[in-house]
């Protein structure tokens, strides 16, 4: 082959890789294992650039590791539930199942060109029934050890969807799809019981020291382990007290009012009784549960008439409120408001009129009452109306003197609890796992036999299509589906018609790909040799649930006998990366409205229809409504897989975001069409040189390089590196047998970024076998101890030259070296030099 031609390359080598089946991967007592994982996919029906850098990065690692002598696991699957499947069931009339595994068919099509170390005998997807199924028989299990439960909670009801929706499916308090407002309303649901793992989840972050800072942190926050105080407010009507907890007992002389839910016995007891109470009830109920609802929303409140005392002052009574802004799942439902140092309680106070009295103020100067003091209780601050503690002190010191103080005069307990609730895993509706439990009128909710799964959803209804333009949940309306037979007693029962969150489908596929055919959900022998998922990659987004969730998981399946103990976390090591970006190219129409136009329409800074020039916003994320989506299958066909991968991997730290540009790319391609070239000009009969000892010198520092940066993630150091080094073989002079060894060594060292290109000049130059199970260059030490130095040489302080000498020379030596060099006798015109001080390492100064 003349010149680098990408497309046949690629193709070519894939097909080898393929059928020397390299990227199997089977357990073998000869080699330490490897696993690494990346984050897998929604199949929306296209890659996209985020895509590219993801299983690029994974696949560096993997293809090094391979190299490194270990035996690697690298598979891939699809995370193939959710509500988007239905929606465009909804839009177009077809079945969310063949949607979805269309979209699978299209978005495998577009990877395998990437060329990526995949197993792909291990796919699958979360919708396949072999995969669902094994999670119902984990849900039993899970049911069984008591880690599931269900009761009656407060959700987010889209009442026009007819579903719960999760807080992140709610926007500005509507649901994400329909826009309707959302509805509080209570309904029974399954949870898991991952609250009761607080502690131990909190406390095993510090032992994930291969994890990200931001992310541990974003987690301990979301577990949100805090000591608060619990007591009770006496009711000045003699019935039973209201209990509250508190994470600021120091703020207790600011009380104003005490609020409780809407959902609080209380307010139950009242709503049954005054038509008043229900209605504002009932309109509380319209809004959302999510904390940005709550912020965001307008306070509202309604005076029951109630009143309690105060625990430290019996004579001061405090008015009793229901409140929209408190939920029922939190501490005991029931708060004290204090609105000068709660913003909620600021806002809530100046609305109806309570007295907004400080307890504590900044140590200089006055806390004012335009919004609300709030002070981390790290801070230290003046108390004015303390009880406990000293008067000037931090939040933490004085919440530690209340409680202490409360306990010592038994009117109060202290507590820790924790921010994180139970994992609520109830979804009203139809593409998603089937949860396997019956309801029976005799026997109460049954779990499925194991022997009957996987519980199956149905593909039709009574032989005709599903029509998903009915709003609701199909399996609430499916009769041949819904009912069936309880397993304990035989008579008609109903089946639960709620399915699984998809967090649980992505919660434990790490394990399922140990033993992805299996007719359990895992297999021992299989599960303790490749488990624990030694290097994790993905998204930042997922920090917090889909990582929390899969570290309960790993626990439960340990409960529950399907993992080793060791496996307890699941990912030894976790990469977050950053994202693709790219300029936004923009018009306006004649309402001074934006138009967005795609990447390939806009040239030098113009339309190339209309030469109108275009509003350019640089760097920002790749979005399908903007426009500034980069295609990677016109990529590759363009440029070939190869310089994408390069591209991705060189221009900026893995873990920031990479901005892609048109001219970025070619010169991508330029630089690996030079290496190519370079390697087939090399003529290998030319004899050995003076220069063959340098070349490979600058070789061995590559290798050191370049394995350093791809240890550690730094992939567009190495690259550098590789860069630098192409540069060296360009310029040398060596003899045809160090250059070969040299553009073998510079193929390897690509190989892991650049898989087709090096395997191609691998076979170029002969080398042995296929690169990619070819073992890893090692530098050797001595090579990369410099034996020579470079002085510079100073005649009366000014520098005329510089040599390179034996980095043990004698200091005599080195002055007569110096005082040769034609610069040095230039300058000196013919005088003798005063003195020579020879500073060895640093400088030859020469004083005329």
């Known amino acids: 082959m003349s010149r680098y031609s990408a497309a046949e390359i690629e193709a070519k080598w894939q097909q080898a890789w393929d059928k020397a089946g390299i990227f199997t991967a089977k357990r073998s007592a000869d080699k330490p294992k490897y696993y690494v994982l990346e984050m897998f996919p929604y199949p929306s029906g296209r890659i996209h650039m985020g895509h590219v850098r993801n299983y690029t990065m994974g696949d560096v690692i993997a293809r090094y590791k391979l190299a490194t002598g270990h035996n690697v696991l690298h598979p891939m699957g699809w995370d193939a539930f959710g509500m988007p499947a239905e929606n465009a069931a909804m839009a177009s009339g077809g079945h969310p199942k063949d949607w979805t595994y269309g979209n699978i068919a299209d978005m495998r099509g577009q990877m395998k ?421 030694d290097q994790y990659i993905g998204g930042i987004e997922h920090a917090i649930l889909h990582l929390l969730y899969s570290r309960f998981f790993a626990r439960a399946m340990q409960i529950t006998g399907h993992l080793p103990k060791k496996a307890i ?71 070939g897989a190869d310089t994408a991968r390069w591209f991705v991997l060189s221009d900026s730290p893995p873990e920031r975001d990479v901005e892609w540009t048109a001219a970025g790319a070619e010169a991508a391609f330029k630089h690996l069409s030079r290496v190519y070239r370079l390697a087939a000009e090399i003529d290998v009969e030319a004899p050995a040189t003076d220069d063959d000892s340098a070349l490979l010198r600058e070789m061995h520092k590559c290798i050191h390089d370049v394995t350093g940066g791809v240890e550690s993630f730094g992939f567009n150091a190495a690259i550098a590196k590789l860069y630098a080094f192409t540069n060296t073989l360009a310029k040398s002079k060596a003899g045809g047998a160090a250059k070969r060894q040299a553009a073998l060594v510079l193929a390897q060292l690509m190989a892991p970024m650049t898989p087709h290109l090096s395997e191609e000049i691998w076979t170029l130059l002969k080398g042995e076998g296929l690169i990619a199970t070819a073992a890893w260059p090692t530098p050797d030490a001595a090579m990369l101890i410099d034996d020579t130095i470079t002085l510079p040489i100073q005649v009366n302080g000014k520098r005329r030259a510089e040599i390179s000498v034996p980095k043990d020379m004698d200091k005599a030596e080195v002055e007569k070296a110096a005082l040769a060099v034609e610069a040095v006798q230039k300058a000196l015109d013919g005088a003798a030099p005063k003195k020579v001080i020879v500073v060895p390492g640093r400088i030859v100064n020469v004083v005329a």
């Open 569 to 639: 976390e699941p990912f030894d090591a976790l990469f977050t990366q950053g994202m693709v970006t790219h300029e936004i190219y923009q018009t306006r129409d004649a309402n001074d409205r934006p138009v967005y136009h795609l990447p390939e329409e806009v040239e030098s800074g113009k339309l190339k229809a209309t030469g109108e020039a275009v509003e350019i916003i640089p760097s920002a994320k790749m979005s399908k409504s903007k426009k500034n989506v980069v295609d990677p299958v016109s990529i590759i066909s363009q440029f």
């Open 113 to 533: 060109p990437l060329g990526l170390s995949i197993d792909w005998s291990r796919e699958f997807a979360t919708c396949d029934p072999e995969y669902y199924g094994q999670q119902q028989a984990l849900f039993l299990d899970m049911l069984e050890a008591g880690l599931v439960y269900r009761k009656n909670a407060v959700v987010n009801w889209d009442p026009v969807d007819m579903t719960v929706l999760a807080n992140e499916q709610v926007i500005d308090g509507k649901g994400w799809r329909s826009g309707a407002v959302v509805e509080r309303r209570e309904l029974t649901q399954w949870f898991f019981k991952i609250s009761d793992m607080a502690e131990e989840l909190l406390d095993a972050l510090d032992g994930l020291e291969n994890w990200p800072a931001k992310v541990r942190l974003m987690q301990e926050n979301w577990i949100g382990k805090s000591r608060g105080l619990q007591f009770a407010f006496t009711r000045t009507d003699g019935t039973d007290p209201i209990e509250v907890y508190t994470t600021r007992p120091d703020t207790l002389m600011g009380a104003s009012f005490v609020g409780i839910s809407p959902d609080h016995p209380i307010a139950k007891a009242l709503e049954a009784d005054n038509p008043q109470v229900a209605e504002f009830v009932a309109e509380c109920r319209k809004g959302g549960t999510t904390e940005e609802a709550i912020e965001t929303g307008e306070k509202l409140g309604f005076d029951t008439g109630i009143r309690v005392k105060h625990p430290l002052d019996p004579s001061w009574e405090l008015p009793v409120w229901i409140a929209n802004f408190i939920l029922m799942d939190y501490g005991t439902g029931a708060i004290f408001g204090c609105p000068a140092h709660d913003q909620r309680d600021f806002d809530f106070a100046t609305k109806y009129g309570l007295p907004i009295k400080p307890t504590f103020e900044p140590v200089e100067g006055g806390a004012g009452l335009k919004e609300a003091f709030t002070p981390t209780k790290a801070e230290k601050v003046r108390y004015i109306a303390g009880f406990a503690g000293k008067e000037v002190q931090t939040g933490e010191e004085a919440v530690n003197a209340a409680v202490d103080k409360a306990e010592a005069e038994g009117w109060g307990r202290g507590v820790t609890k924790f921010r994180l609730r139970d994992w609520g895993l109830s979804r009203q509706r139809y593409w998603g796992c089937p949860i396997p439990v019956v309801h029976c009128a005799d026997c109460g909710v049954v779990p499925e036999k194991k022997e009957n799964l996987p519980v199956l959803l149905p593909y039709d209804e009574g032989g005709k299509p599903i029509d998903f333009s009915i709003p609701g949940n199909p399996l609430d309306r499916h009769p041949t589906w819904r009912d069936c037979t309880c397993p304990t007693c035989g008579k008609p029962a109903r089946r639960e018609t709620d399915t699984m969150d998809t967090f649980v489908d992505s919660s434990w596929y790490y394990a399922r790909f140990t033993a992805p055919h299996a007719d359990t959900p895992t297999v021992a022998e299989e599960a303790e040799y490749w488990m624990n998922v």
